[in-house]
């Protein structure tokens, strides 16, 4: 009966902490922490279906989730047409020789025998494909970064609706996947987190230095919205009649709508893959899976292929962080290439998993907002904590300075013990795994 409840109370209670957030601090803060909450909710869902169901260990969550802010900008953004001019024809030429080279290299290793003939052929088709490459797209690279690199230097996008972005961000997402996983699915489990890290750092490496693309460091903003700006809904006279209707200025009535639509929206799509990740896991296939993930002896035994199923459930569940790293720039209206830090934020993922309950997807959303409450709660707590503790010392004292300056790395202390806690009391987590 304790078991059948923990669901609801645990959902209830960030409910209460959300309520709380929006009659004590602000709505818009409450609304901030439960947009998110979602985003974190979706990565923590495509996590948990690598490591609790499967058991990958994905150190390179970010990388995918860049991919995805990528596909935001590839697809919503307008295209800069002084900029294909300039040379987005034949950065594409050089882009097609490029992959036309790896494709050929792959079918010579397959189709020749082994020797010194071999590994000629293979390094003469890779070097000669990379100085071809390089040839073609260098100097159409430098002159679209010329044009007008202040605002644009890139090539911009196809100018579509931004909503198409998050499938398309969970197909770019799932295509890096299998690339990975097609190398990196038969390492062991610490040698696979070291090479996802890796690939995630090379991705990143990408987005921050490859202007004609994504702008590097210098961002792209100004992503199209799936909604109105709050500037234009200031300006319409039905709406600000709406907002005096309840008791609101403009001002904040517009933040709040459009915060609303973007939590309707996110919600939408984490109950469509929150309800197909549920019937997965309760199929013949989520069984299995199950079954290679607590004995892969067993299992192969069985006549599964275990190599083949741990790649289908790998390029799912990156392709589920695809999508929220799409949505999660379309919320931001721009892409950042620099805030992707791997190290940091797939450590605040994995939490939410661990917390939550590894291999149970409700406990995966329910750690995603959890997790993300207290990631955003608990500076403003920690400096009000700190503040009562040195009150009684006296005013430009150093040790009070010392401690105040340092309440804002509560967050990253308490959520340490807070993983510590847990897995020393409830090591399966808040909704265990069934």
Known sequence: MIDRLRAPIFFALVAGALLWTGLNQSWNTALVIFNMGLIS??????????WGIAGLL???????????????????????KEAWNAGGGAILLGLAIGAASIAIAATAYRRMHKGLLRGLALVVILVGGFYLTRIIATPAIKAVEAINPAS??????????????????????????????????????????????????????VL???????????????????????VDLQKDAGFIEQAASLGLDPVTASTLYVKLGYGILFAVVLL??????????????????????????????????????????????????????????TLDAQLTPS????????????????????????????????????????????????????????????????????????????????LLLMLRFNPKGLIPEK
């Open 272 to 329: 469509i893959l929150l309800w197909l990740a549920q019937n997965a896991l309760n199929s013949p296939w989520g069984r299995m899976m199950r079954a290679i993930r607590d004995n892969e002896v067993a299992a192969r035994a069985m006549g599964k292929n275990v190599t083949a199923r741990h790649l289908q459930i790998f390029v799912l569940g990156s392709a589920i962080c695809g999508i929220a790293g799409a949505m999660m720039t």
């Open 339 to 418: 805030s992707y830090q791997p190290l940091r934020y797939t450590f605040l993922i994995w939490v939410m998993v661990i917390v939550g309950g590894s291999g149970n997807n409700l406990g995966a959303v329910l750690g995603g907002f959890l997790v993300w409450f207290l990631w955003v709660q608990v500076e403003p707590f920690g400096q009000f904590l700190m503040g009562v503790i040195t009150s009684p010392l006296s005013d430009g004292s150093f040790l009070k300075e010392h401690l105040q300056a340092g309440a804002a790395h509560m967050r990253l202390l308490t959520m340490g013990l807070f």
């Open 58 to 80: 994905n150190v390179g969550i970010m990388g995918f989730v860049a991919l995805g802010g990528l596909a935001a900008v590839l697809i919503a953004m307008p295209p800069v």
């Open 208 to 230: 921050k230095n490859e202007d004609w693309l994504s702008r590097g460091v210098k961002n792209v903003i100004g992503i199209p919205r799936p909604l109105p700006y709050e």
């Open 152 to 205: 644009t230097g890139y090539l911009g996008g196809l100018g579509w609706p931004v909503l198409i972005a998050w499938p398309v961000g969970g197909l770019m997402a799932a295509g890096a996947a299998w690339v990975i996983g097609k190398t990196a699915l038969g390492l062991r489990s610490d040698y696979l987190a070291i090479a996802t890290l890796g690939i995630s750092e090379i991705i990143i490496a």
């Open 41 to 50: 909710a979706v990565m923590s869902l495509g996590v948990n279906l690598q």
